[in-house]
């Protein structure tokens, strides 16, 4: 009988939130064989902050040195942090405070090692690429079921292109009497098989990256900052479009493509809803009459509707039209578009530089707005290379973002 394997590969994924299965062995689905083992091991680490650090000086990120800190600004003493659990039925320690310039705080954190058991062909290896990539299908598709039934925030896809720190991949080459099995029967025997623990020799160390860029921060421009000094004596309300431009941009670095774009795409329906209030304002139209323009089945509930309104409003003001634009066409195929097809098409998968031009164009046809008519205009409105998002690169980013909540 023909040979239908060679080896078993093991991926021992760390999921930074707790699944709460039994510890056993699970058969579920995977891309190129059809099925695979998953066996979960609920764990409980800790996510520990300190004040201090001994792989970076302040003088490498901030332009000056810090001074020196009193000791008396902090706790002499450490202390430990407890709640209720329900479950034990006392208290349980689950945070503590530590004393002095060099403390912080330490946090316990329950997390998950996902083992993911996957069979590799005769002519295949764990260093092929699509091993990470079969386990990462396997893992999210058990992680988007968990989450379906638990309804647990949590919870959250895993990406195999950044979603590790220290994952291990390890090959038990099967013996003869194994190799002519179906994968159900060989997954039968991953207790019995072993498993290599040398580098390079049937195991890899899958290790993530740190960007010294993502840790540095971005500094304001010196004309902005004159600017923040004089704007910062008054309390300021920033509106929902801004909000949801920030989420945007946070989505686009944390790789968060398809949702960038739907965050951007809501920035400028806000922004146009928020815009054209306060022309419509100006033309004498009360609250009640904006309400039920605006409400489902109003004659401006649709955005094109809005759109054609926005343009009548500033016609008294300027002869320039949003519609027909750069901005508008700009607009409409990176980022209208685009979250059409996310929302509508099944779109998944929305690549950096997609999703940056999206938001790029939704930012420009905002400020294209503000700029159209004076009725329009807002306190802070984005221009420049911010308008562009040129320090907005895709880098390999902080491990610590693996682990946000």
Same mark, same amino acid.
């Given at each position: 009988?023909?040979?239908?394997?060679?080896?078993?590969?093991?991926?021992?994924?760390?999921?930074?939130?707790?699944?709460?299965?039994?510890?056993?062995?699970?058969?579920?689905?995977?891309?190129?064989?059809?099925?695979?083992?998953?066996?979960?091991?609920?764990?409980?680490?800790?996510?520990?902050?300190?004040?201090?650090?001994?792989?970076?000086?302040?003088?490498?990120?901030?332009?000056?040195?810090?001074?020196?800190?009193?000791?008396?600004?902090?706790?002499?003493?450490?202390?430990?942090?407890?709640?209720?659990?329900?479950?034990?039925?006392?208290?349980?320690?689950?945070?503590?405070?530590?004393?002095?310039?060099?403390?912080?705080?330490? %946090?316990?954190?329950?997390?998950?090692?996902?083992?993911? /058991?996957?069979?590799?062909?005769?002519? @295949?290896? =764990? &260093?092929? +690429?699509?091993?990470?990539?079969?386990?990462?299908?396997?893992?999210?598709?058990?992680?988007?079921?968990?989450?379906?039934?638990?309804?647990?925030?949590?919870?959250?896809?895993?990406?195999?292109?950044?979603?590790?720190?220290?994952?291990?991949?390890?090959?038990?080459?099967?013996?003869?009497?194994?190799?002519?099995?179906?994968?159900? %029967?060989?997954?039968?025997?991953?207790?019995?098989?072993? /498993?290599?623990?040398?580098?390079?020799? @049937?195991? =890899? &160390?899958? +290790?993530?990256?740190?960007?010294?860029?993502?840790?540095?921060?971005?500094?304001?421009?010196?004309?902005?900052?004159?600017?923040?000094?004089?704007?910062?004596?008054?309390?300021?309300?920033?509106?929902?479009?801004?909000?949801?431009?920030?989420?945007?941009?946070?989505?686009?670095?944390?790789?968060?493509?398809?949702?960038?774009?739907?965050?951007?795409?809501?920035?400028?329906?806000?922004?146009?809803?928020?815009?054209?209030?306060?022309?419509?304002?100006?033309?004498?139209?009360?609250?009640?009459?904006?309400?039920?323009?605006?409400?489902?089945?109003?004659?401006?509930?649709?955005?094109?509707?809005?759109?054609?309104?926005?343009?009548?409003?500033?016609?008294?003001?300027?002869?320039?039209?949003?519609?027909?634009?750069?901005?508008?066409?700009?607009?409409?195929?990176?980022?209208?578009?685009?979250?059409?097809?996310?929302?509508?098409?099944?779109?998944?998968?929305?690549?950096?530089?997609?999703?940056?031009?999206?938001?790029?164009?939704?930012?420009?046809?905002?400020?294209?707005?503000?700029?159209?008519?004076?009725?329009?205009?807002?306190?802070?409105?984005?221009?420049?290379?911010?308008?562009?998002?040129?320090?907005?690169?895709?880098?390999?980013?902080?491990?610590?973002?693996?682990?946000?909540?």
């Amino acid at each position: 009988m023909e040979n239908k394997y060679r080896s078993v590969a093991h991926i021992r994924w760390e999921l930074p939130f707790p699944i709460l299965l039994p510890s056993q062995v699970y058969f579920c689905w995977e891309p190129k064989e059809g099925i695979a083992a998953f066996v979960p091991e609920g764990r409980v680490g800790s996510i520990c902050w300190k004040r201090t650090c001994h792989l970076l000086s302040p003088e490498a990120v901030f332009d000056e040195r810090p001074s020196a800190q009193d000791p008396n600004l902090f706790s002499p003493h450490d202390y430990k942090l407890a709640s209720v659990s329900s479950k034990l039925k006392k208290r349980v320690f689950t945070a503590e405070l530590l004393h002095g310039p060099d403390g912080g705080f330490i %946090e316990a954190r329950p997390y998950t090692v996902a083992n993911v /058991f996957l069979c590799i062909s005769p002519s @295949g290896s =764990i &260093n092929d +690429i699509d091993i990470t990539i079969r386990a990462n299908a396997a893992l999210n598709n058990i992680i988007d079921l968990y989450r379906i039934l638990s309804m647990d925030p949590l919870l959250r896809p895993i990406k195999d292109e950044g979603d590790h720190y220290y994952t291990i991949i390890s090959e038990a080459v099967l013996p003869g009497v194994l190799q002519c099995l179906l994968p159900q %029967e060989i997954l039968l025997h991953i207790n019995e098989l072993q /498993f290599s623990g040398k580098v390079g020799e @049937g195991r =890899i &160390n899958k +290790i993530g990256l740190n960007s010294y860029e993502d840790l540095k921060g971005l500094k304001i421009s010196p004309q902005n900052l004159i600017f923040f000094n004089d704007a910062i004596k008054s309390a300021h309300q920033l509106e929902l479009f801004y909000q949801l431009i920030f989420s945007s941009v946070r989505r686009l670095k944390r790789k968060e493509g398809a949702l960038a774009i739907i965050d951007a795409q809501s920035a400028f329906e806000s922004a146009v809803a928020s815009m054209l209030r306060d022309g419509l304002s100006s033309e004498k139209w009360g609250d009640k009459e904006i309400e039920k323009a605006f409400a489902y089945g109003g004659d401006l509930h649709l955005l094109s509707k809005r759109l054609q309104k926005i343009d009548d409003v500033s016609k008294k003001f300027t002869k320039a039209k949003f519609r027909g634009s750069v901005a508008e066409i700009e607009w409409r195929r990176n980022l209208y578009d685009v979250r059409n097809e996310i929302v509508h098409g099944g779109k998944r998968t929305v690549f950096f530089e997609e999703a940056k031009a999206g938001i790029v164009s939704g930012l420009k046809a905002i400020r294209y707005l503000h700029d159209l008519c004076p009725l329009f205009a807002r306190k802070f409105m984005w221009s420049g290379e911010s308008l562009e998002l040129r320090h907005i690169q895709k880098t390999a980013g902080r491990l610590s973002r693996i682990f946000e909540a």
